[in-house]
């Protein structure tokens, strides 16, 4: 089983509906990530939880919001979904030491119509 | 506008030839990582270097830090088709922790 698991894989909507992404891992990771990949622009940091308790907005967080439910788990919500929201939308685990790879989930791939 | 500029952007060589990946910034990092990205994935730590100057190698991959913690460098020798994917690096902050992204280099190796 992968370490970092993100549902679902893939998803079609339309522009104004509410969507959920969701993320789960078993590292024991206190650290969480929600990034969106674009072609050209790598990876954009949307929202990072450093404990259970923590959450703080990344460069990219109008339009989103995140909910910490348990130490693993980890959820990124588009309240009223927009085609410019249309992205790969990653989860990443770490440990909160200096010099700690990050480790990511296989993505997300999200469009809106 | 990006943290870290990587170059080239695309990158296609044949099987057996040497190939170099930079990634330059104004600000000074704490550490640089570079990851590798295939298709349907999410990026993979390849390296993380801490010390300015210092050169890490893993295989036919070389890694390097500038002395000034604000680039890095990645070179392939003899490259394989295996080699293809999205290169990233990420420089990590001094206080947090959290890693700012490069664009990317998408490297095709052609057998």
């Known amino acids: 089983d992968a370490d970092v698991t993100q549902t679902p894989r893939n998803r079609i909507t339309k522009t104004g509906k509410r969507i959920m992404l969701e993320c789960s891992q078993t590292?024991?990771?206190?650290?969480m990530y929600w990034y969106r990949q674009d072609p050209g622009l790598g990876l954009r940091l949307i929202y990072y939880?450093?404990?259970?308790?923590?959450?703080n907005k990344g460069e990219i967080s109008d339009g989103y919001s995140v909910s910490r439910q348990a130490q693993a788990k980890f959820s990124l919500s588009l309240e009223s979904a927009i085609p410019n929201q249309t992205a790969l939308y990653f989860c990443?685990?770490?440990?909160?030491?200096?010099?700690?790879?990050?480790?990511f989930g296989d993505g997300t791939r999200l469009s809106i119509l | 506008t990006q943290l870290l500029e990587q170059s080239p952007q695309f990158l296609s060589i044949q099987e057996g030839e040497n190939l170099t990946v930079y990634c330059n910034s104004s600000?000074?990092?704490?550490?640089l990582q570079w990851y590798r990205q295939e298709p349907g994935e999410g990026p993979v730590l390849l390296v993380t270097?801490?010390?300015?100057?210092e050169v890490k190698k893993l295989k036919r991959l070389t890694f390097q830090f500038g002395d000034a913690r604000k680039d890095s460098s990645l070179h392939i020798t003899a490259a394989q088709p295996g080699d293809t994917g999205l290169y990233l690096c990420?420089?990590?902050?001094?206080?947090?922790?959290?890693?700012?992204f490069g664009a990317g280099t998408t490297v095709t190796v052609r057998a």
């Open positions: 270097v801490v010390t300015g100057g």
């Open positions: 590292k024991g990771h206190d650290r």
């Open positions: 939880s450093f404990d259970v308790k923590d959450i």
């Open positions: 600000s000074v990092f704490s550490s």
């Open positions: 990420a420089g990590a902050g001094w206080s947090d922790y959290k890693l700012s």
């Open positions: 990443a685990t770490s440990e909160g030491r200096p010099n700690q790879p990050q480790h």
